[in-house]
């Protein structure tokens, strides 16, 4: 089994950098969306943001080809939505999923924003999704395995009656955009790889109101809930320390 990449004190800073970077990319963003503006034009304000750093640059543009500095995803598209001239609307939901790479290395974050006045359902499945993330932040520490990870979030989800979306998973990040482990959001206690302290990794719980199925769209990016179910994204790049971990994002 492949091993956890740990980075040093220099990398860590630079992570953090790059964290908070993304942490107030995304968040400027968000004060952004509206009913009747565009995913390309949020796009737009988003790498423009990120370019105002010294040193940082958006990480999934051009990334195995993928055109947007965001992903931006609509209502039960679940990751990866492609940004263009879909103008918003009110009631829809938007999850707002970007990366940012400062001097070589890459943090991750996603949250999903309320488009107008959105529905208790959507309500609720955003609260439940959010709640997931923050949840199983006080699990993550050195020695303990993935398995617990997913199985948190997991048990939270199915709680506040949300299904995972368990074909799509979090993952180490840092030197690459996806490196070693995956992180599911369901799995069983006790299994998988360990994280050690130094590693960094991307938790992203993908919740949905329906049956966690999947489809890819034609675009070869897009994914959506087959059944048509809206779907929320929350994400933070953490960093695994002996006691905890802080979150870069």
Known sequence: MPSCPVYTEDEIASLRQSGAILR???????????PGISTLELDRIAEEFIRS???????????????????????????HGIPGPRVLAEGDILS????????????????????????????????????????????????????????????????????????LTG????????????????????????????????????LCLGNGHILQHDDGWTLSTADGSLSAHFEHTLLVETDGCAVLT
């Open 96 to 167: 707002i999923d970007c990366g940012v790479r400062y001097r070589g290395l890459i943090t991750d974050a996603c949250i999903t924003v309320p488009v107008g006045r959105i529905s208790s359902q959507a309500r609720h499945l955003l609260d439940v999704t959010q709640g997931a993330l923050e949840h199983v932040l006080s699990v993550v520490r050195a020695g303990v395995k993935v398995g617990d990870i997913s199985s948190t979030i997991q048990a939270y989800a199915e709680e506040h009656k949300c299904t995972p979306v368990i074909s």
């Open 53 to 79: 750093h010294d040193d940082a640059e958006p990480a999934f543009k051009g990334y195995q080809g993928f055109p947007g500095t965001l992903c931006t995803s609509v209502n039960a598209e679940c990751v």
């Open 24 to 34: 107030a990319c995304i968040a400027h963003t968000a004060s952004m969306v509206r």
């Open 171 to 206: 993952h180490g990040v840092g030197r690459n955009i996806h490196d070693f482990p995956d992180i599911p959001n369901a799995g069983t206690r006790g299994t998988g790889p360990t994280l050690p302290a130094g590693a960094v990794i991307a938790i992203e719980p993908i």
